[in-house]
Structures are given as C-alpha cells and as structure tokens.
T-cell receptor, first 116, second 112 residues
Framework: GAGVSQSPRYKVAKRGQDVALRCDPI?????LFWYQQALGQGPEFLTY????????KSGLPSDRFFAERPEGSVSTLKIQRTQQEDSAVYLC??????????????FGPGTRLTVL | KQEVTQIPAALSVPEGENLVLNCSFT??????LQWFRQDPGKGLTSLLL?????REQTSGRLNASLDKSSGRSTLYIAASQPGDSATYLC???????????FGPGTRLSVLP
C-alpha cells in the first residue's frame, strides 16, 4: 500500500518568494502532522490536523506559515515571503487514529527547502 | 515543557557488536514513546512504539525498553550490521501536548 508522499522533494526559493509544500497522507488516516527539521536536529512540531480541522498550530514559527487540509486528506503547508532561516526539511506524518488513542505516526520522505 | 535528549550524539562500532542507544525525557507523563530510524536525505521509519503501560517492545534484532518513572528509554541493537548505519531518533507523545517531541538523534555508524 502507498505510504505518505510529499512533493516536491526539493525546493529552492529566492528570499521573499512564496512556496507551497504538499502532503498526501495514507488513505483513511485521520490525523496529519507537519514538522520542521533543521540540519543535524530532530524534527520540531509545527501543526496538527484532525480531518479538516486544524486543532493545533502552536508550532508555526511566524504568521508567514500557513497550513490547510480543506477536505481532510491532502494538506498544504505554505510559507510566504521566505527567509533564509526557513531552510530546512519539512516532514509530514499521518496517523490512523486521533490524538489520545494509540498513535503510531507514519512519515513521508520530506521536502528539503533551501532559501537563497 | 517536555524535553528529550539522546546520548551519545554519535557512535561508531565494528560490525557484530551489540549496542545501546539512550533516550531521556523530562516529564514522565507520557502517552507513548516511539523509536525511529532516519537515513540521510530520507524521512523517518518507525521501528518500535511503546505504550506508557508497557515496559518493552521487540522487533527482530531490536529491543526497546521504557522506564517512565525515571524518564528513560533504551534501544538495544543486537549483532549490528553495516546496514544499521543511520540516525536513530526517539520521540515522546506526552499527556499534555498533542504532538511528538523529538530528541536530537544518535548518529550510528557500523563499520564492516
């Protein structure tokens, strides 16, 4: 069966450009998470969706970051007016169950964003 | 705020050795703990998930233990192989937050 997929795998943007990163979770998975991973560090939580509802966006570093999951399946992470400090790998994960239940997360391959 | 640390940061061993990776967390009120493997340029692969009520999980040559009261987990890898070379991350899902908090990882190199 298909796992979590993300596109593009690599993105180079000039400072100030807007970017959109896509995540296709495993079919039927209720929960979807976005993480940011800087070089040499563990992933850091950005935001969480349960179906189409964004229940937690406490990890988004600034108001330039926006995420949506309008139909409860595919999700898009948008970064406006990119800055060099936004350069990182952006990971998406999905889980069959909701928060509070047994909760194994399955990760996509990530999108490596480089802002010049 | 939950914090997760991993020791050592990097480890290099000859093929065939048994080894232990350590993970510590500051708040013992966790829901579960998951160990992941990450290969360079790749996403995370789940290795083992331990619920808060469990003390260990095993999968093949891997064994993970959990001691909630002391805030520790260990990942034991038996008879290491060069293919085990990767970064190993632990993450805890605590009772208060709604997301995983990751450690920085241990970078493992198994030399042939």
């Amino acid at each position: 069966g298909a796992g979590v997929s993300q596109s593009p795998r690599y993105k180079v943007a000039k400072r100030g450009q807007d970017v959109a990163l896509r995540c296709d979770p495993i079919s039927g998975h209720v929960s979807l998470f976005w993480y940011q991973q800087a070089l040499g560090q563990g992933p850091e939580f950005l935001t969480y969706f349960q179906n189409e509802a964004q229940l937690d966006k406490s990890g988004l570093p600034s108001d330039r970051f926006f995420a949506e999951r309008p139909e409860g399946s595919v999700s898009t992470l948008k970064i406006q007016r990119t800055q060099q400090e936004d350069s990182a790998v952006y990971l998406c994960a999905s889980s069959f169950r909701t928060i509070g239940a047994i909760n194994e997360q399955f990760f996509g391959p990530g999108t490596r964003l480089t802002v010049l | 705020k939950q914090e997760v640390t991993q020791i050592p940061a990097a480890l290099s061993v000859p093929e065939g050795e048994n080894l232990v990776l350590n993970c510590s967390f500051t708040d013992s009120a966790i829901y579960n703990l998951q160990w992941f493997r990450q290969d360079p340029g790749k996403g995370l692969t789940s290795l083992l998930l331990i619920q808060s009520s469990q003390r260990e999980q095993t999968s093949g040559r891997l064994n993970a233990s959990l001691d909630k009261s002391s805030g520790r987990s260990t990942l034991y890898i038996a008879a290491s192989q060069p293919g085990d070379s990767a970064t190993y991350l632990c993450a805890v899902f605590d009772n208060y937050g709604q997301n995983f908090v990751f450690g920085p990882g241990t970078r493992l190199s198994v030399l042939p």
